[in-house]
């Protein structure tokens, strides 16, 4: 695409004034010249030119010069120059989108690069929360085993100490009844009652006599 | 008045040593007033279709394909700095190019007057030698016209003798410019003048049938005026490209 360039032959408004001012003195000149041609001794030549076919006015060629010179500088400031500036500002406005559009991509492509970056490191973070989570759950997991394990022992050791409790309960009462009972036994055969305190005392030092032996 | 308006045709003036369709100065300028007020006409539509944006108003797409166009001959065969020619090479090329439209139409146009196109080929050529002492300086200008540097005799007797033939050939340029244009646009008129008086017993305009080939002659003639003055203006000033390549180069 074209880039239109300041720089024309118009040059500055005072060099195409003056081009003016010259050109209307030429138009001016040419017309003087046109018209007392058969009066000026150096354009009698162009009479002769013209009965052979050549039909010569310099003053119409002087004219035609000064109304160019008129003419430049308004195609210039009337056809050349806005046309120039619509396309200048049409590229700049091109230009300026392209910059704008590729700014944006430049800022998109940072914006998905941190957001790569932050969804990877929200991961990390997740990840280690997550292992961390893991190893709380373990160590309290082994520490509630611990306690469930101790609390176990201490409740079987209990335990344990009252069925021995019981047992020796139950044995020193079963021994009463079995005293009472063979004393019971003897009376009958016997037939007379025997002294209540020293048959016991006799008949238990019988019975753990026997349990040793057993 | 008696000379604007003769021979029974508007703005013509009256035949004898300028010949039988010799245009009086006012003819000719009346003419070109013509051609100038289509021109802004035109223009001044196009222009008010110019915005920032990419031209939908049918003229002004016009003319900035005009523009482009102009442009791209002028930076084709000058060269980068040929831009600035645009404006010069443009109001040359749409004056001449609606000048012979004109001639289509109408019984006469500016660019079917050998003065006429003297005055713009004076023009063109003498815009060429200002441009050609811009770019090279008084003597350079003048020594670009001695040809290539010779040493010795040679430059002695070879250098004038270019020198001459490149001044006779700058003045010919004046003539070939002009003639050819006044040739192909009045001798257009001529021949479609000829060749209906050959129909005119059977009422058939004969002439008429030129119209094709007189369309194309408007536009290549605009065409070779224009162009021939960008390739003048690239020989004068090619050595000013040269030197300006050679300055970057050296700061490169």
Same mark, same amino acid.
């Given at each position: 695409?074209?880039t239109?360039?300041?720089?024309?032959?118009?040059?500055?408004?005072?060099?195409?004034?003056?081009r003016?001012?010259?050109?209307?003195?030429?138009?001016a000149?040419?017309?003087?010249?046109?018209?007392?041609?058969?009066e000026?001794?150096?354009?009698?030549?162009?009479k002769?030119?013209?009965?052979k076919?050549?039909?010569?006015?310099?003053?119409?060629?002087?004219?035609?010069?000064?109304?160019?010179?008129?003419?430049?500088?308004i195609?210039?400031?009337?056809?050349?120059?806005?046309?120039?500036?619509a396309?200048l500002?049409?590229?700049?406005?091109?230009?300026?989108?392209?910059s704008?559009?590729e700014?944006?991509?430049?800022?998109?492509?940072?914006?998905?690069?941190?957001?790569?970056?932050?969804?990877?490191?929200?991961?990390?973070e997740?990840?280690?929360?997550?292992?961390? &989570?893991?190893?709380?759950?373990?160590?309290m997991?082994?520490q509630?085993?611990?306690?469930?394990a101790?609390?176990?022992?201490?409740?079987?050791?209990?335990?344990?100490?009252?069925?021995?409790?019981?047992?020796?309960?139950?044995?020193?009462?079963? &021994?009463?009844?079995?005293?009472?009972?063979?004393?019971?036994?003897?009376?009958?055969?016997?037939?007379?009652?025997?002294?209540?305190?020293?048959n016991?005392?006799l008949?238990?030092e019988?019975?753990q006599?026997?349990?040793?032996?057993g | 008045?008696?000379?604007?308006v003769?021979?029974?045709?508007?703005l013509?003036?009256?035949?004898g040593?300028?010949?039988?369709?010799?245009?009086?100065?006012?003819?000719?300028?009346?003419?070109?007033?013509?051609?100038?007020?289509?021109?802004?006409?035109a223009?001044?539509?196009?222009?008010k279709?110019?915005?920032?944006?990419?031209?939908t108003?049918?003229?002004a797409?016009?003319a900035?394909q005009?523009?482009?166009?102009?442009?791209?001959?002028c930076?084709?065969?000058i060269?980068?700095?040929?831009?600035?020619?645009?404006?010069?090479i443009?109001?040359?090329?749409l004056?001449?190019?609606?000048?012979?439209?004109?001639?289509?139409f109408?019984?006469?146009?500016?660019?079917?007057n050998?003065?006429?196109?003297?005055g713009?080929?004076?023009?063109?050529?003498?815009?060429?030698? /200002?441009?050609?002492?811009?770019?090279?300086?008084?003597?350079?200008?003048l020594?670009?016209?001695a040809?290539?540097?010779?040493?010795?005799?040679?430059?002695?007797?070879?250098?004038?003798?270019?020198?001459?033939?490149?001044?006779?050939s700058?003045?010919?340029?004046?003539?070939?410019?002009?003639?050819?244009?006044?040739?192909?646009?009045?001798?257009?008129?001529?021949? /479609? /003048?000829?060749?209906?008086?050959?129909g005119?017993r059977?009422?058939?305009?004969?002439?008429?049938?030129?119209?094709p080939?007189k369309?194309?002659?408007?536009?290549? &003639?605009?065409?070779?005026f224009t162009?021939?003055t960008?390739?003048y203006?690239?020989?004068?000033?090619?050595?000013?490209?040269?030197?300006?390549?050679?300055?970057?180069?050296?700061?490169?």
């Amino acid at each position: 695409m074209s880039t239109p360039n300041a720089t024309t032959p118009s040059g500055s408004p005072a060099a195409a004034l003056v081009r003016t001012v010259i050109g209307l003195a030429m138009m001016a000149g040419g017309f003087y010249l046109s018209q007392h041609a058969e009066e000026i001794p150096f354009l009698a030549f162009q009479k002769a030119l013209g009965e052979k076919g050549v039909p010569l006015d310099l003053g119409i060629t002087t004219a035609t010069i000064g109304v160019f010179l008129v003419l430049l500088p308004i195609i210039r400031v009337f056809y050349i120059k806005p046309l120039e500036e619509a396309i200048l500002e049409r590229n700049t406005q091109l230009e300026r989108t392209f910059s704008e559009a590729e700014e944006l991509r430049a800022e998109m492509a940072r914006l998905r690069s941190e957001y790569e970056e932050r969804i990877a490191q929200t991961e990390a973070e997740a990840r280690a929360q997550i292992q961390q &989570q893991i190893r709380e759950a373990q160590q309290m997991r082994q520490q509630l085993m611990a306690e469930a394990a101790e609390r176990a022992e201490e409740l079987l050791a209990r335990a344990r100490e009252d069925i021995e409790r019981e047992r020796q309960k139950v044995l020193a009462e079963l &021994q009463l009844r079995v005293v009472d009972l063979s004393l019971s036994a003897a009376e009958k055969v016997v037939g007379a009652s025997l002294d209540d305190e020293q048959n016991r005392r006799l008949v238990t030092e019988f019975i753990q006599k026997v349990e040793a032996a057993g | 008045m008696g000379e604007i308006v003769g021979n029974g045709l508007p703005l013509l003036a009256a035949g004898g040593a300028e010949g039988k369709h010799a245009v009086s100065f006012l003819g000719v300028f009346f003419f070109l007033a013509i051609v100038l007020a289509i021109i802004f006409g035109a223009l001044g539509i196009a222009r008010k279709g110019y915005s920032s944006r990419v031209f939908t108003n049918r003229p002004a797409m016009l003319a900035e394909q005009l523009y482009l166009f102009l442009e791209a001959m002028c930076v084709s065969i000058i060269g980068a700095h040929g831009r600035k020619y645009v404006t010069f090479i443009g109001t040359l090329w749409l004056v001449i190019f609606v000048g012979n439209l004109v001639a289509l139409f109408l019984a006469f146009s500016p660019t079917a007057n050998l003065s006429f196109n003297l005055g713009m080929a004076l023009l063109a050529v003498g815009y060429v030698q /200002v441009e050609g002492v811009r770019a090279n300086g008084l003597i350079g200008h003048l020594a670009h016209f001695a040809g290539p540097r010779l040493g010795g005799l040679l430059a002695v007797l070879v250098s004038p003798v270019i020198f001459a033939i490149e001044v006779v050939s700058e003045i010919m340029k004046n003539v070939s410019l002009s003639l050819r244009l006044y040739g192909n646009i009045f001798g257009g008129h001529e021949a /479609v /003048v000829a060749m209906n008086q050959l129909g005119e017993r059977a009422l058939i305009p004969v002439g008429e049938f030129l119209l094709p080939i007189k369309l194309l002659t408007v536009v290549v &003639q605009a065409l070779i005026f224009t162009l021939l003055t960008c390739v003048y203006l690239s020989l004068v000033t090619h050595h000013e490209e040269e030197h300006a390549e050679g300055h970057a180069t050296a700061h490169a």
